[in-house]
């Protein structure tokens, strides 16, 4: 798992340990990726969209979540990942 922001290396790794994240956040801060996967519309995004990829071990996109609610989000993709 990993994630990706527009913010920088610096305020990513504050917030990762602030909520101990056990994970990677990438930094967007070109919002190419954004753009690329549909996180913003242009270049001048304040934030990414709340967009989540499930891929699976051949690479390949399975599950696109593109209206995430982050209270239940982790138990749906994990469903998913399994096939639940």
Request: aromatic share 8%; glycine share 10%; charged share 20%.
């Amino acid at each position: 798992m990993l994630g990706i922001s527009f913010d920088s290396v610096e305020a990513n790794a504050a917030f990762a340990a602030k909520n101990g994240f056990k994970f990677p956040l990438l930094c967007d801060v070109d919002r190419e990726v954004g753009l690329a996967f549909g996180a913003a519309s242009d270049l001048k995004a304040r934030a990414p969209a709340r967009i989540s990829f499930l891929i699976n071990e051949q690479g390949v996109i399975s599950h696109v979540y593109d209206h995430v609610n982050p209270r239940d989000h982790a138990g749906q993709v994990l469903a998913d990942a399994i096939g639940g």
